[in-house]
């Protein structure tokens, strides 16, 4: 696969994180509404982020590593049939898929900023978006351990 192309399923990638959680709002309500609608939100300015690199970096034409799309593969499978899987979930499920989102982000959103050459956008902007998913991660550890 090519970046250029991964980085086209990428943004639809994010835009399907963001429909995960303003479902997680609509069946919630108080902070963790609130929450997952941030997040949502997030998520679409990650795609638009992408988008933007996508448009603006020159070189996208070179193949990704293996590694990227086993990732990638494995987060599609991973992924599932979201709807069912959260229909009456617990809080604590919601939050363990959330979770796991947001870990399967972190990775894919590491390795990819390594396809780029040091000191571009393309670099700058995925090490910037693992990082904003790693404090969602964090925030999501903290709602799961105050449940226990």
Known sequence: ?????????????????????????AVNEGDIKATALTFSK????????????????EGL????PEEVE???????????????ELAGASRKQLFKYALQMEKNSVNL???ISQCFETKTTG???FEKLAK????????ILKKLHELK
């Open 61 to 64: 034409e070179i193949e990704v």
């Open 123 to 125: 670099k700058q902007q």
């Open 132 to 139: 904003e998913e790693r404090s969602h991660m964090y925030f």
């Open 109 to 111: 959103y590491e390795k």
């Open 70 to 84: 086993l990732i990638i593969e494995t987060n599609d499978k991973e992924g599932g049939d979201t709807d069912s």
């Open 1 to 25: 696969m090519i970046l250029n192309d991964l980085l086209k399923k990428l943004i639809q990638t994010e835009s399907n994180a963001s429909e995960v959680y303003e479902h997680i709002a």
């Open 42 to 57: 997030e998520e679409k300015n990650h795609s638009q982020v992408i988008k933007s690199i996508l448009d603006l970096e």
